[in-house]
């Protein structure tokens, strides 16, 4: 399994960004796919998670700002970032599981990208 995240960069306040996540070699019929990030100094901790049923779970910060997604045909995962805030700037990791109940924690993931930077400045 291999999941490569492209998309970050540097964005000022109230800025968008769309995440990428190109998964490959994932081909469970059932599964949970998570965003997480980790702030310097700080543990990894979940954003946004989709599974096969295209149920999605979002930490209560990004509510409302963030959203995620799922192009099976791609066999890509996004996520769309508005409204960006410093506060959102981690590297942002994409994480994948054939557990669909899996939710945000990074506990229950057992495939992980490399991450991606995201720099949100004032």
């Known amino acids: 399994v291999q999941l490569v995240e492209s998309g970050g960069g540097s964005v000022q306040s109230g800025g968008s960004l769309r995440l990428s996540c190109a998964a490959s070699?994932?081909?469970?019929?059932?599964?949970?796919m998570g965003w997480f990030l980790q702030a310097p100094g700080k543990e990894r901790e979940g954003v946004a998670r989709i599974n096969n049923f295209a149920r999605t779970s979002y930490a209560d910060s990004v509510k409302g700002r963030f959203t995620v997604s799922l192009d099976n045909a791609k066999n890509t995962l996004y996520l769309q970032m508005n409204s960006l805030k410093p506060e959102d700037t981690a590297i942002y990791y994409c994480?994948?599981?054939?557990?669909?109940?899996?939710?945000?924690?990074?506990?229950?993931?057992?495939?992980w990208g490399q991450g991606t930077q995201v720099t949100v400045s004032s």
């Open positions: 070699g994932f081909t469970y019929s059932r599964y949970s």
């Open positions: 994480a994948a599981d054939r557990r669909f109940w899996s939710l945000l924690s990074s506990d229950d993931y057992n495939y």
